[in-house]
């Protein structure tokens, strides 16, 4: 059994528990997902109020080297008035369709590149785009600018920028997701 | 959902990406699901509702799981992991 983030009184809970934890265990329920099953207990059902078997997620992908994946973002203007916690402000301003050919995946983060070859906005407001097909040879380090002066984002005195980078830098990056993400700087 | 290094605005994601060495996993919890000691089904409670969302990675090892519950008493008392197909009763 492993104990999992125990749901508050918003029903929300999430964590990374470590008890039980072993790479063994990690391989099985990759495999065999159907053969576990997670439940909540509380105080009305002391044996389990709800339960569900795992599955693999359907919304998720496996993303191999020559696929193609679509990553669409809306933009937000950024409140960064508090840096530990900028937040979105304001209404959308835009979204983007970029679409992405994984190169390669290895082991290291510079194992890993991708090639991005389109990014337009959707919002109704003039596209902007670029056929430039892109590498990342570092996806920590290296960007894509593109030309914020142009179409809609003129407009919003910003400039766009197209990355790839790691959700979770704390893990040494092994195996990390990578995503794309687009970004817009005030002046 | 915010970029750590602050530097992004927001974004949505339409699809995960999986890479080797990780999993993503997914359990849509009910009531009805729920199994007493004696093999009863639907033990649970008949309102409740929810989902499991549980990242497996392995290098480094790490099980990651996000949870949402309905219409069951809350706080809860417990979540788990069990070893168990569909139907059965496993103490584990």
């Known amino acids: 059994m492993i104990t999992l983030p125990t749901p508050g009184e918003d029903g929300t809970a999430e964590g990374c528990p470590s008890e039980g934890v072993t790479a063994d265990l990690l391989e099985e329920i990759a495999e065999h997902p159907q053969r576990f099953y997670v439940n909540v207990h509380n105080a009305t059902f002391p044996a389990g109020a709800v339960r569900g078997q795992l599955k693999q997620d359907p919304e998720a992908l496996v993303l191999k080297p020559g696929e193609v994946n679509v990553f669409r973002e809306r933009l937000f203007e950024l409140d960064d008035s508090d840096p530990e916690n900028p937040r979105p402000k304001g209404e959308q301003i835009g979204t983007v369709v970029a679409e992405c050919t994984l190169v390669t995946v290895g082991d290291a983060p510079e194992d890993i590149s991708a090639r991005c070859s389109r990014v337009s906005t959707l919002d109704g407001r003039g596209d902007m785009s670029t056929s430039e097909a892109y590498t990342f040879a570092d996806p920590l380090e290296d960007t894509l600018t593109l030309d914020g002066g142009s179409g809609e984002f003129r407009d919003a005195g910003g400039q766009i920028e197209f990355d790839v980078q790691a959700i979770d830098e704390s893990d040494g990056l092994l195996n990390s997701i990578y995503t794309v993400h687009l970004l817009h700087l005030e002046d | ?92």
């Open chain 2, 1 to 92: 959902m915010l970029r750590r290094d602050g530097r992004v605005i927001n974004y949505e994601e339409d699809s995960l990406v999986q890479f080797p060495g990780s999993a993503f996993l997914r359990a849509n919890l009910s009531g009805e699901s729920e199994i007493d000691e004696d093999g009863k089904r639907s033990a649970g409670d008949p309102n409740g509702r929810g989902t499991a969302h549980v990242e497996l990675f392995l290098d480094p090892v790490e099980l990651c799981a996000t949870l949402r519950v309905r219409n069951i008493k809350l706080p809860a008392a417990a979540a788990h992991i069990h070893r168990g197909r569909a139907g059965q009763t496993v103490r584990w």
